[in-house]
């Protein structure tokens, strides 16, 4: 049965590590388009993050459908319609804020509209991520968090840091919510059942599509979910060794235009 949506991740896979979408990449993009296959973007990102890939992608378009926020929003890239949305509450802000100062690790919170954080002394990784995803910072008290529609909240330190915390993370809080490192200072926190792969699941559904016409493709953590829900799992050489466990295929690095390959060697072949 032939893959009719193909789930992609951004960092480590879609691009190459100059932050770059390789012409090869752009080529097999625009020729599975072409075919009829559903290009999905699926990042932990917040949506303004993905706006200028879309864009160079040509996935902007009637009937193309991005996955923001590791599952938390999917929508429609042009009218923007929502056909899942889960926000945190601002009592769960109120306990992972005052949990992340006990552990003495920087944290902000993610809207679709800006990077909230607490810290006075905003951290250089909330910086780095406002950079990376063209959204505005704001430093705000937690009472002054009361009327936002947190989507994700994130941890992030340095590495060491970051690793010391994680140790000291109590049992509750992986009842309460779903937690994904996506990166060495990056530990991403969002509603419970939320991920990759329920998004996935619930786009697969609408378009009326079997789990063998669905392909994921990774190289973090944060893929694991939707590598694991999907008929064809796809890990990136430069992926980690356990996600390549789970992989039918490993197609080659994102600096070897390991999408493209993929793409054409399993999608269109």
């Known amino acids: 049965m032939s893959i009719k949506l193909v789930a992609v991740d951004i960092?480590?896979?879609?691009?190459?590590?100059?932050?770059?979408?390789?012409?090869?990449?752009?080529?097999?993009?625009?020729?599975?388009?072409?075919?009829?296959?559903?290009?999905?973007?699926?990042?932990?990102?917040?949506?303004?993050?993905?706006?200028?890939?879309?864009?160079?992608?040509?996935?902007?378009?009637?009937?193309?459908?991005?996955?923001?926020?590791?599952?938390?929003?999917?929508?429609?890239?042009?009218?923007?319609?929502?056909?899942i949305k889960e926000p945190l509450s601002y009592e769960d802000y109120l306990d992972i804020e005052c949990l992340s100062r006990k552990l003495g690790v920087h944290m902000h919170a993610i809207t679709k509209d800006g990077i909230y954080t607490a810290n006075r002394n905003i951290g250089k990784y909330t910086v780095y991520e406002a950079g990376l995803v063209n959204m505005p910072v704001y430093y705000r008290t937690p009472e002054e968090m009361v009327d936002k529609e947190i989507v994700k909240i994130m941890y992030i330190d340095e590495p060491e840091i970051l690793e010391q915390a994680i140790a000291k993370l109590p049992k509750e809080l992986y009842d309460k919510y779903t937690l994904v490192k996506s990166?060495?200072?990056?530990?991403e926190i969002v509603k419970k059942n939320v991920n990759k792969g329920a998004a996935v699941v619930h786009l697969a559904e609408k378009l009326g599509l079997t789990k063998e016409e669905t392909m994921a493709i990774g190289d973090e953590e944060n893929d694991r979910a939707m590598l694991e829900v999907v008929g064809n799992p796809v890990v990136m050489e430069n992926g980690t060794d356990e996600l390549k466990k789970i992989a039918k295929y490993i197609t080659k690095s994102n600096d070897e235009s390991g999408v493209a390959y993929a793409i054409r060697e399993w999608v269109l072949n």
């Open 11 to 83: 960092d480590g896979t879609l691009l190459n590590t100059k932050r770059e979408v390789t012409p090869e990449v752009f080529s097999a993009v625009q020729d599975a388009k072409a075919a009829g296959i559903k290009i999905v973007i699926a990042t932990g990102r917040p949506i303004p993050g993905v706006r200028n890939l879309l864009e160079e992608l040509h996935l902007n378009e009637p009937e193309n459908y991005v996955i923001t926020f590791n599952g938390g929003l999917v929508q429609d890239t042009v009218t923007g319609e929502e056909y």
């Open 183 to 187: 990166a060495p200072f990056y530990l």
